[in-house]
């Protein structure tokens, strides 16, 4: 009779573990997309995701736009391709094999931006909601290793150069500022750009970090970057004119990469083992997304590239040495 009694007590002790442990475990509450093999760097405010695509059959991927679950390809079919940017109606901008900055229209052939005299090449980046500006960099002068940052527009011609010494433009928003880093004093550090003014705003770095970024930007100007450390590791942080606010990490660095008009910022944090996971910095508190996913369908993170308003974070993640595009969709924004 008592080992009967044991038993069941066992068997209750068993099922009370286990219902514990099914609540600590988080809930899934995002769901991944896989683009499949390329890249996925932007999004819009309808859900148009910029990237490029490696089509079956094919060695050469191509810039286009993922739309409603199938890819729309406007890349050259001998040159690879991939877009950094798209605006609101659907023109990507980016960069071709060849060292072409390139502006993929939503109706239309595609063109390359004019590098002004003596150029080596050319980045487009980012591209404004509106699509009033494109930013980008390029090298000038025979030192091909210092860059300068352009404005463009998609009417074409000369892109103009603008900020200072050693700038690297990102993103820009409708009021013509621009996420850069460029170099201060003796250091490179995040700064905002007006294009309208031709004034610069250093956002500043963390303490005792040696350089800073900044990689992405909202409506309002508040910016998504991060800082480097001697020891090559980073710290992402989100400016919003005030003091920097560092995001945290998960035992091994940080970088924020992505941030929307709610100032919500998306990145990646790598833990204790260098596993990098993708990351939301909401409320002032961080977020490791990996343990919310569905599924990663056998890829690993390797990049946020973008947060969508409704918090779909937009990047690139890898299976052995293929790069592939993808989603996570917050369950709240699925339809």
């Known amino acids: 009779m008592n080992a009967v009694l044991h038993e069941r007590a066992l068997a209750a002790a068993v099922l009370i573990l286990g219902i514990a442990a099914a609540r600590a475990a988080p809930a899934s509450t995002y769901h991944f997309v896989d683009l499949g093999p390329g890249t996925a760097t932007a999004i819009n405010a309808r859900g148009a995701v910029a990237g490029s695509s490696l089509p079956a059959g094919s060695d050469v991927a191509r810039a286009g736009a993922w739309f409603k679950g199938e890819w729309h390809l406007k890349g050259s ?31 239309g052939d595609r063109f390359r931006l004019r590098m002004a005299e003596n150029t080596q090449s ?3 980046t980012g591209i404004s909601p509106d699509g009033s500006a494109i930013v980008g960099y390029t090298n000038i002068d025979a030192d091909s290793s210092v860059n300068y940052c352009y404005h463009a527009t998609l009417a074409g011609g000369t892109v103009l150069i603008v900020g200072g010494f050693a700038c690297t ?3 820009v928003n409708d009021a013509g500022q621009v996420a850069a880093q460029q170099l201060n004093d003796d250091h490179l550090e995040a700064v905002l750009l007006d294009l309208a003014t031709g004034g610069a705003t250093f956002v500043g770095r963390s303490a005792g970090s040696r350089s800073s970024a900044a990689y992405a930007l909202n409506a309002a100007g508040h910016v998504a970057g991060a800082s480097t450390f001697a020891d090559a590791h980073t710290m992402g942080f989100r400016w919003d004119g005030g003091a920097l606010q560092e995001i945290g990490d998960l035992g091994h660095g940080s970088s924020a990469t992505a941030i929307n008009d709610g100032d919500d910022v998306a990145g990646t944090a790598a833990d204790g083992e260098g596993v990098l996971h993708a990351v939301l910095y909401s409320g002032g508190a961080l977020v490791d997304l990996n343990p919310l996913v569905d599924d990663f369908h056998g890829l690993a993170i390797a990049r946020v590239n973008a947060l969508g308003a409704d918090g779909t974070v937009v990047g690139t993640a890898t299976a052995g040495t293929q790069t592939h595009g993808f989603l996570l969709v917050p369950q709240s924004a699925r339809r």
């Open 169 to 171: 433009a990102w993103g």
């Open 122 to 124: 050319g980045y487009a």
């Open 77 to 107: 079919k001998t040159l690879a391709s991939s877009p950094a940017g798209i605006d609101g109606v659907g023109d990507l901008v980016g960069r071709q094999s060849n060292g072409a900055a390139t502006v993929w229209p939503r109706q």
